[in-house]
């Protein structure tokens, strides 16, 4: 059978109204604080709320801390403990009363553990349409699915919203994604993006918001455009959106926030800088193939290859709606016996509410063992698969080596695809299901339960937690050094294309030494190059400096700030790069090391790993302009970088970063 064609791509020349009329634009006209609303140009909007994980969490309070102010400023600031739920040593422990304690001091709410992942909880409990959302996450962009401009950022700049000070941004690009017609039986949410990320692939799509509209919107229910937004980020990029219309205010009211309504929609005559059309009625199943969210295959290409694994959860696809779903096409068979299923809901309120309609049940007769409601298997921290085993998972990234397995094989599916595969221990197409589609109840809460959050008191010092508690493994803040006359020193590595902060910074058995930099920075690149940080140690220690060289989209993926702030604990003082993706060349900038980009592609293949590079009168030449002249030393040739960052970007780098510059003006 041919496969119908669901997209198409048409180019528009912009037009001066598109800026007054899409919904990207009208949240941005509110929360302008600096610049002028002109693509491409440095903006400051006001960030209306927070969110933070305890992975990028610890160091973000840290360096909030070091603000030396006594509350946060901003409306609302949420603390979710949700990534490092796995206590193996007193490490993750110890970093939850840290933060426990330093919500309570500053004035913060915290989701404590248990209470679910923070893109889905931040959904159901404080995203309100129309509002900012800054979080230090790469897929705080979720929040788009109830119509809120929500942008990942690296801790630093999150610690800074905190603070009231605003966030700086590239005004983006807005992509209208126009979405007519109505999903099949058995296609969902998951096929939507993944056929998104087919088209835009991973790389290349910096400074550019998704926006999405037409007749199609309204049959999508506000987690299915969640987790389309979730995805959005695998693209690289800066937020992804939904109008906010009938559809959002019944999820409202169905959490008890009607009041939180409001309506969003783009004027009839907004225009765009690009368009991408999407059927829905042609939407088939998709997965995305190892090690990339970008490698889209139709599920029916892939069908028959034998499954090791399936987990479905994650902030991605672990509403009510997917796991009654799942659970469904689960009901009444029992688990392949070559794999095993995990199920993982999304929240505590997604796993009380399938403890009433019999979901839970399902999960528990088919032989699904039950996950704890946190990221868990999708971090790396649990769950890795066998040897080259394939492990279909629901959730958003397949990066090599990130399920914690170097070898094991990740294709990331729809739950729907996940729950039958899981049935006949091979990948399947749920299309091919011989069953009418199942009508999902629509679950209205009459009580929402927030009693995992603790909120603000007025007098701290009244409850139980006395002060700020720091465990052995909890650091100082960073410190950045100051900028020197001249750089010198070797190419500590040299990289391709695609290079992930998982790559720089693994997670997974790592992870709970988030806190402690020293000891962190140990492991940076340990799966690419395990002698990369003793290298750099000897470098910096006789006052070298390290230099990373990388090809297109370095850094893409995570948003932790880890992979700048360990880099330049070993002395790493720029990374020459083709290009680099939009949080971390924040991170970079915020952390006092250059992000160059190569103007001429032969400069880049010139270069070899350990030849000596030197960047005179650095200062003077970032002050400047966008050029920035290196001589290889090693082969004796000057060649020109790029460097381009915004003015605030080129004050920090003078400073040495930005905590440094921003100390004074608060
Ligand atoms: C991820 O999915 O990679 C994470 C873990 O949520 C990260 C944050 C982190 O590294 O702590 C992210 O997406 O930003
Ligand atoms: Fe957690 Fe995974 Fe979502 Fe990151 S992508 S927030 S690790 S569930």
């Known amino acids: 059978m041919s496969v119908p064609q669901c997209g198409t791509l048409v180019c528009l020349r912009r037009s001066e109204r598109y800026m007054r009329n899409t919904v990207t634009y009208k949240i941005l006209k509110e929360h302008l604080a600096e610049g002028n609303l002109e693509k491409g140009q440095s903006i400051s909007i006001k960030i209306d709320q927070t969110l933070t994980q305890d992975a990028t969490g610890t160091m973000a309070y840290l360096e909030f801390e070091s603000l030396g102010l006594d509350k946060v400023r901003n409306e609302l600031a949420v603390s979710y403990i949700d990534h490092n739920t796995v206590q193996v040593g007193f490490e993750n422990a110890d970093d939850h009363k840290y933060l426990q304690s330093i919500a309570l001091s500053k004035g913060i709410v915290l ?8 893109h889905q909880v931040h959904i159901e409990r404080f995203g309100v349409p129309g509002k900012t959302l800054l979080g230090s996450d790469s897929h705080t962009p979720t929040g788009g699915g109830i119509g809120m401009l929500a942008i990942g950022a690296g801790g630093l700049d999150v610690a800074l919203a905190m603070a009231g000070v605003p966030y700086s941004v590239v005004c983006p690009e807005v992509i209208e994604i126009r979405l007519t017609g109505k999903l099949r039986s058995f296609c969902s949410a998951k096929d939507v993006i993944l056929t998104v990320l087919e088209h835009f692939g991973v790389k290349g799509n ?14 999508l229910s506000v987690t299915d455009r969640a987790t389309i937004c979730n995805m959005g980020t695998e693209c690289g990029v800066t937020s992804s959106i939904f109008p906010s219309d009938s559809v959002t205010e019944k999820y409202l ?20 800088d690009g368009l991408f059309e999407i059927d829905l009625s042609k939407i088939v199943p998709m997965a995305a193939c190892p090690h990339s969210p970008g490698n889209v295959k139709k599920v029916s290409e892939l069908a028959g290859l034998k499954v090791s694994q399936v987990l479905i959860g994650s902030c991605t696809n672990s509403s009510y709606t997917d796991l009654y779903m799942a659970s469904k096409i689960l009901e009444g068979k029992t688990v392949s016996e070559n794999l095993s299923l995990g199920v993982a809901p999304g929240s505590r309120h997604v796993l009380s509410e399938i403890t009433k309609d019999g979901t839970l049940l399902r999960f528990i007769k088919s032989g699904a063992r039950i996950l704890e409601s946190a990221c868990g298997f999708c971090i790396g921290n649990s769950c890795s698969p066998p040897s080259n085993g394939v492990s279909l998972r629901t959730n958003n990234r397949n990066f090599e080596g990130r399920s914690g397995t170097k070898d094991g094989q990740v294709y990331l599916v729809s739950p729907e695809t996940a729950a039958i595969s899981a049935v006949t221990g091979v990948i399947t197409d749920p299309t091919s299901l011989a069953c009418d589609e199942f009508e999902v109840p629509v679950a209205s809460i009459k009580n929402y339960d927030d009693s995992m959050f603790i909120f603000p008191v007025e007098n701290p010092a009244q409850t139980d937690i006395e002060g700020i508690f720091r465990g052995p493994n909890i650091g100082n803040p960073p410190v950045c050094p100051e900028l020197s006359e001249k750089l010198c020193g070797n190419v500590v590595i040299k990289l391709g294309d695609k290079v992930t902060t998982d790559h720089i910074m693994p997670a997974g058995q790592r992870l709970k030494y988030r806190s402690n930099i020293p000891l962190y920075s140990t492991f940076v690149f340990e799966g690419v190059d395990s002698s990369f940080s003793k290298r750099c140690i000897e470098n910096r220690d006789c006052g070298k400096a390290n230099f990373i060289v990388a090809g297109a989209s370095y850094g893409q993926g995570s948003s932790r700030e880890h992979a700048a702030i360990c880099p330049m604990f070993l002395g790493v003082r720029a990374v020459f790069a083709v290009s680099i993706e939009r ?7 915020n952390f006092g090391i250059l992000p160059l980009t190569f103007k001429n592609l032969s400069d880049y293949e010139k270069i070899d790993s350990s030849d000596i590079l030197e960047i005179s009168d650095v200062p003077s030449q970032i002050k400047a302009g966008s050029s920035i002249t290196v001589n290889n030393i090693s082969k004796n040739y000057a060649f020109e970088m790029s460097l381009d960052v915004s003015p605030m970007q080129r004050e920090m780098l003078l400073c040495g970063g930005r905590l440094n510059q921003i100390k004074s003006s608060l």
């Open 111 to 118: 989701s404590r553990p248990g209470n679910g992942i923070c």
């Open 253 to 272: 009211i169905s959490q008890g926030r009607g009041k939180d309504f409001r309506l969003i929609a783009a004027d009839e005559n907004a225009e765009y």
């Open 206 to 219: 910096v400074n550019k918001v998704f926006e999405y509209t037409g007749s199609g919107v309204a049959s």
């Open 583 to 589: 949080i971390h060349q924040a991170n970079l900038c």
